[in-house]
């Protein structure tokens, strides 16, 4: 069956624009998370998702990261006025609820400010 | 605050031989944990997970990895690896209860004909 996509798999974009990355879990899956990954390093959980409402973004740096999950489907996350900083790999993954489910992990985007 | 080590950021190793990824973690309560492994040009995917029980884990490859408790560890194991177990390895850890996993920064295993 189809896995977790997240659309674009590239982005290129000047400091200080805003953009979107999107994410489509795997279908039934309650359960939607967030990661950054910068080079070398592993992914850091930024913000997850039960159904429609974030459980946690303890993770999220800053007040310019935003996420939404609107209809508990499909999740956008948003950053505003972009740095340089923010380049990295931005990971989607889904699961069922649960302590024990796997997470299921997208490619990825990966994100370059210029 | 939870935090994961691995030992070792690259490890190279001829085809059919053993290997072992290190795992430390720090926690201040009772834990999940987890191995990730990213083929290259692929997403992240689960190899194996300990929850409770055994303390040996084993997992998808030939793979398996034991959590020792005392020297909060879990490191994997393969007793001959092969050209495709080439991948980047991440130990992860989440506590009880909790969804969010922390990771760790990941080895790079190598495997030379």
């Known amino acids: 069956g189809a896995g977790v996509s997240q659309t674009p798999s590239n982005k290129v974009t000047e400091k200080g624009k805003y953009v979107e990355l999107r994410c489509d879990p795997i279908s039934g899956h309650t359960a939607l998370y967030w990661y950054r990954q910068s080079l070398g390093q592993g992914p850091e959980f930024l913000i997850y998702?039960?159904?429609?409402?974030?459980?946690?973004d303890s993770g999220l740096p800053n007040d310019r990261f935003f996420a939404v999950r609107p209809e508990g489907s499909v999740s956008t996350l948003k950053i505003q006025r972009t740095e340089r900083g923010d380049s990295a790999v931005y990971l989607c993954?889904?699961?069922?609820?649960?302590?024990?489910?796997?997470?299921?992990f997208g490619n990825g985007t990966r994100l370059t400010v210029t | 605050a939870q935090s994961v080590t691995q030992l070792d950021s690259q490890v190279p190793v001829f085809e059919e031989a053993p290997v072992e990824l290190r795992c430390n973690y720090s926690?201040?309560?009772?834990?999940?944990l987890f191995w990730y492994v990213q083929y290259p040009n692929q997403g992240l995917q689960l190899l194996l997970k300990?929850?409770?029980?055994?303390?040996l884990v084993k997992g998808i490859n030939g793979f398996e990895a034991e959590f020792n408790k005392s020297q909060t560890s879990f490191h994997l194991r393969k007793p001959s690896v092969h050209i495709s177990d080439t991948a980047e390895y991440f130990c992860?850890?989440?506590?009880?209860?909790?969804?969010?996993?922390?990771f760790g920064q990941g080895t790079r295993l190598t495997i030379n004909p």
């Open positions: 926690s201040s309560v009772s834990v999940y």
């Open positions: 998702f039960q159904g429609t409402g974030a459980a946690d």
């Open positions: 992860a850890v989440s506590d009880w209860g909790a969804q969010k996993l922390v």
């Open positions: 300990y929850l409770s029980g055994s303390t």
């Open positions: 993954a889904s699961s069922l609820w649960g302590y024990n489910s796997p997470l299921h």
